[in-house]
């Protein structure tokens, strides 16, 4: 009994790395959808298809590393670029048989990023908390780790990035869920919830403001659907 007590720590935490590692590969899967996806509606080839998702997949995750002076977390273990690459080119080759445009009308690049979004922004910040940095700090880094790389997308697709147009909640949300995820963890609430909340919150502000077209102000009047003129010739 002693010593299952003792146990009982080293168990749990095994088991919430175990959820967290998980959680991010969920999520490098989730942003290298969008970016193949993203990367067929510009007619890219299939170099650029997994070129794409490879960067947007890791691409949020990298710069908080860098930021942190921490190792770079696909460079310790490269088995999350390669899910990003054959992600990509699975995609890719799958687009042959059902064209970008007719996957977008499911709104694939939208409801992969806003699940790549919820699971990084709460992975990033709970990384940026063990490594010891302050709940600020923390909350920076999991909003850098969440929009990094849908930014790196829509940079490299010619786009102006969906964090700053359109007035959607996007920036807003991944900020929702790092702050909850900081909160949680100076109220020393169960790690489990700390991780499951945050994603949740990001999750429904995403989805809500992508259904509704709940947002914040925009300047100069009414939001402009950007992606209409994304295959205009001039």
């Known amino acids: 009994m002693l010593q299952f007590m003792i146990d ?3 168990l749990i935490d095994s088991a919430l790395q ?3 590692t998980v959680l991010e590969y969920v999520g ?3 942003f290298a959808i969008s970016g193949a996806v993203a990367a067929g509606r510009k007619r890219m080839d299939l170099v650029g298809a997994v070129v794409l998702a490879s960067m947007v997949a890791v691409g949020g995750g990298t710069v908080r590393d860098v930021l942190l002076d921490a190792p770079v977390f696909w460079m310790e273990s490269p088995s999350f670029l390669l899910v990003g690459a054959g992600t990509g080119l699975a995609v890719a080759l799958l687009a042959r048989w059902h064209p970008p445009d007719r996957l977008g009308r499911y709104r694939i690049v939208q409801i992969s990023d806003a699940l790549g979004l919820a699971v990084f922004v709460a992975v990033g910040t709970g ?3 063990d490594a010891g940095a302050s709940a600020v700090t923390a909350a920076v880094m999991g909003i ?3 929009v990094g790389g849908g930014i790196i997308r ?3 697709a010619n786009d102006v990035p969906d964090v700053l147009r359109n007035g959607q909640f996007y920036a807003t949300a991944a900020l929702a869920g790092a702050t909850i995820y900081a909160t949680l963890i100076a109220l020393d609430v169960p790690r489990t919830a700390v991780i499951w909340v945050p994603i949740a919150v990001v999750l429904a502000i995403r989805l809500a403001s992508l259904k509704f077209g ?3 102000p925009t300047i100069g ?3 402009v659907d950007l992606s209409a003129h994304d295959d205009d010739p001039r």
């Open 221 to 223: 009047g009414k939001p």
């Open 154 to 156: 829509d940079m490299l």
């Open 8 to 10: 009982a720590p080293e």
């Open 127 to 129: 990384i940026a908390i």
């Open 144 to 146: 850098l780790t969440g």
């Open 214 to 216: 709940w947002g914040v």
């Open 18 to 20: 175990t959820l967290q």
């Open 28 to 30: 490098t899967v989730a």
